[in-house]
């Protein structure tokens, strides 16, 4: 089964993530509500597709207000410009690492966090919106899960909606088969292209490739 990621986030500071493997609903519900009370958290978003939405369940059952299940398959709140949430989101991680704009989004120095954000890819789909390729042909070319950056994407979702107050982000396992890919050439739906890449330097966080432009 896949890892599962609590992402703890501070204004704009994503602080050291919590990995955690083989945890059931309970025990991982407990791990949230610790984490939540730690920060004191408004909002915690969980990822309720598959495993996930036991967890919620638990946190909902023992009256953990700051927890909300987030289902990333659903519609975006901007449906003319993304293709679904999962989209809209993982975009707005990509906006907040933009090194152009006020406060960059601060990153822990984790590695497999960097390979994950590295890898995923978006396009242009037929409607002129973006879309960001599935989890399962990340898998696919990564040869496991982005379970590390997908906690992320939703602990800066957090901080969104609650801002300035410290929220966090759950990214539970899941066991999915890995599909096959399809490549985009054979879809016809507009080039792939890299959300983003950093490494780790001397400096901190720094940028190493950014290749958003049409290729």
Same mark, same amino acid.
């Given at each position: ?94 906006? &907040?690492?933009? /090194?152009? $704009?006020?406060?960059?989004? #601060?990153?822990? +120095? ?7 954000? @590295? ?43 609650? &801002?300035?107050? /410290?929220? $966090?982000?759950?990214?539970? #396992?899941?066991? +999915? ?7 985009? @050439? ?30």
């Amino acid at each position: 089964g896949d890892n599962s990621v609590l992402a703890p986030i501070r204004g704009r500071q994503v602080g050291a993530l919590e990995v955690h493997h083989g945890k059931d609903n309970v025990e991982l519900a407990g791990l949230v509500k610790l984490s939540a009370g730690k920060l004191n958290a408004r909002k915690t978003f969980v990822d309720e597709i598959g495993t996930g939405s036991g967890v919620v369940d638990v946190c909902r059952h023992d009256r953990v207000r700051s927890v909300q299940g987030i289902n990333w398959a659903v519609k975006s709140t901007k449906p003319r410009k993304f293709a679904d949430l999962r989209s809209e989101l993982w975009w707005g991680l990509r906006e &907040s690492l933009d /090194p152009k $704009g006020d406060i960059p989004l #601060g990153l822990p +120095r984790d590695m497999e966090l960097m390979a994950e954000l @590295s890898v995923v890819r978006y396009e242009i789909d037929r409607q002129g919106r973006i879309r960001i390729e599935s989890k399962d042909e990340v898998k696919k070319r990564l040869k496991r899960s982005p379970d590390r950056a997908d906690a992320v994407v939703l602990a800066v979702h957090a901080a969104a909606a609650s &801002s300035p107050v /410290p929220s $966090g982000a759950v990214q539970p #396992g899941r066991d +999915r088969p890995c599909g096959p890919r399809s490549d985009s @050439s054979d879809r016809q739906i507009g080039r792939s292209r890299t959300i983003g890449g950093y490494r780790i330097g001397g400096g901190g966080m720094r940028r190493l490739r950014d290749r958003f432009g049409a290729r």
